[in-house]
């Protein structure tokens, strides 16, 4: 992967929030793209409001819901909209959009 955008994505259209590196452990909850539950410590590599790139072990498919809870506590909605293999580290990404309008800010409980 070249320039840091995923396959497929359109190259004209900049990102409507922008992308920060970062590097924390999270807590991913959902179905593998086979159909079996899965609860795995992952790695946000980027964050912007609403979304995130996460390095993942588990094969999840595209359009999935999942469960993200971050270390700093509370438990997030997302939606699965990239996967890909990434050429430089060879290990499973997938780009996420947040449930809630609020993204990482929304209120817990």
Same mark, same amino acid.
């Given at each position: 992967?070249?320039?840091?955008?995923?396959?497929?994505?359109?190259e004209s259209?900049p990102?409507?929030?922008?992308?920060?590196?970062?590097?924390?452990?999270?807590?991913?909850?959902?179905?593998?793209? $086979?159909?079996?539950?899965?609860? %795995?410590?992952?790695?946000? /590599?980027?964050? =912007?409001?609403?979304?995130?790139? &996460?390095?993942?072990?588990?094969?999840?498919?595209?359009?999935?819901?999942?469960?993200?809870?971050?270390?700093?506590? $509370?438990?997030?909605?997302?939606? %699965?909209?990239g996967?890909? /293999?990434?050429? =430089?580290?060879?290990r499973?990404? &997938?780009?996420?959009?947040?449930?809630?309008?609020?993204?990482?800010?929304?209120?817990?409980?």
């Amino acid at each position: 992967m070249k320039g840091g955008s995923r396959p497929g994505a359109p190259e004209s259209r900049p990102p409507r929030s922008p992308r920060v590196p970062v590097n924390f452990w999270l807590v991913v909850e959902g179905e593998t793209a $086979g159909g079996k539950p899965f609860k %795995v410590k992952a790695s946000a /590599i980027k964050v =912007s409001r609403t979304g995130a790139t &996460i390095v993942i072990d588990e094969e999840v498919s595209l359009g999935a819901r999942i469960l993200l809870t971050p270390p700093f506590g $509370g438990k997030l909605e997302a939606d %699965v909209n990239g996967v890909w /293999i990434d050429e =430089s580290d060879g290990r499973r990404h &997938i780009g996420v959009k947040l449930v809630s309008t609020n993204g990482w800010f929304a209120r817990q409980g």
